[in-house]
């Protein structure tokens, strides 16, 4: 929400450019075609939302470059900002397509609309800095959540001083915080970020992961299960469609019904995965070869009765 006021504050335009099935928070103008819980309970666009607030967010599918060429074409003077999640996680994980982001990323530059990055679920899991870091591409813009505190209620967003300035008391874009500046959560971050700082990390974490998604998509393909393992770093999604899955629509597509099935069959077993379809699922450090390997095992068992 602060970040796009920061957006238009900036650019003095008006509308706003979101993916299909993207989530942001439960801002008003953010409510349009989300993912997350509107996806999981069928509520993409929320009651309570003025058409006036909806008619300045526009939308397009994921990974679709003929798409964002088109609407930048038609409204590119008229954006303030196109945010997205550089990985959407929210609709469940979908890696984007070789060059969508760059491509964005120009598009953005071309018509001066603020590019801004939601790494609320990105940020820290891809890489120290971020899937900014990872793929090489800057936003103008960037958000960061809760991930940041290691779980405690926090919440940043950034960019170059050349932005930042405009927000009050230097500039005069508006923002406050009721928890801005919280001792216990800020000192949480500082402890968080000197411990990721620290070079075995990530490669440690990447490994975990490699090895955890060979084997289960061997289990996969060995028994034709009609299901995608779509993945980025140390988050995940098991869809439940023959399909592959690189956006929301084709998301959708999933047997949620059956996704329910296998969620409370593994959880019987002791293998916590996230209760929706539309969610990503995360390996961390802690995770050792022998808790994956046992969580591998109680997947076929329930897979195979499922199919």
């Known amino acids: 929400m602060s970040a796009l006021r920061l957006a238009r504050g900036v650019t003095g335009r008006k509308k706003i450019l979101k993916i299909e099935g993207g989530y942001h928070g439960h ?87 603020q590019l801004i990055f939601d790494e609320v679920i990105t940020g820290f899991r891809l890489a120290f800095g971020g899937a900014q870091e990872r793929f090489g591409i800057a936003s103008d813009l960037t958000c960061l959540g809760k991930v940041l505190g290691g779980g405690l209620p926090i919440a940043a967003f950034g960019g170059s001083a050349k932005y930042m300035n405009e927000l009050a008391p230097l500039g005069k874009v508006y923002q406050a915080g009721t928890l801005s500046g919280n001792p216990l959560a800020t000192s949480a971050a500082i402890w968080m970020l000197q411990k990721l700082s620290s070079k075995n990390v990530y490669p440690k974490l990447e490994k975990t992961s490699r090895d955890f998604y060979s084997k289960l998509r061997e289990r996969i393909e060995h028994f034709r299960w009609p299901i995608q393992l779509n993945a980025m770093g140390s988050f995940f999604t098991l869809f439940f469609t023959p399909n592959l899955v690189v956006d929301f629509r084709s998301a959708k597509e999933s047997n949620t019904k059956r996704y329910a099935k296998f969620f409370h069959g593994i959880l019987e077993e002791g293998v916590y995965f996230s209760p929706s379809q539309f969610e990503a699922n995360f390996l961390s450090t802690e995770h050792t070869p022998q808790e994956l390997n046992r969580a591998i095992r109680i997947f076929e068992r329930v897979l195979r009765r499922l199919f």
């Not at 964002?68 to 945010?83: C, Q, R, S, T, W």
């Open 27 to 113: 801002a008003d103008s953010l409510l349009v075609k989300a993912g997350s819980g509107g996806a999981t309970l069928g509520v993409p666009d929320s009651l309570g939302v003025p058409a006036e607030f909806a008619e300045l967010t526009l939308t397009i599918p994921f990974n679709n470059r003929k798409a964002l060429e088109n609407v930048f074409k038609k409204e590119g003077k008229n954006l303030a900002a196109f945010i997205l999640e550089p990985v959407p996680a929210n609709m469940g994980v979908i890696p984007s397509e070789p060059g969508y982001l760059r491509f964005a990323r120009t598009l953005t530059r071309k018509y001066g609309v």
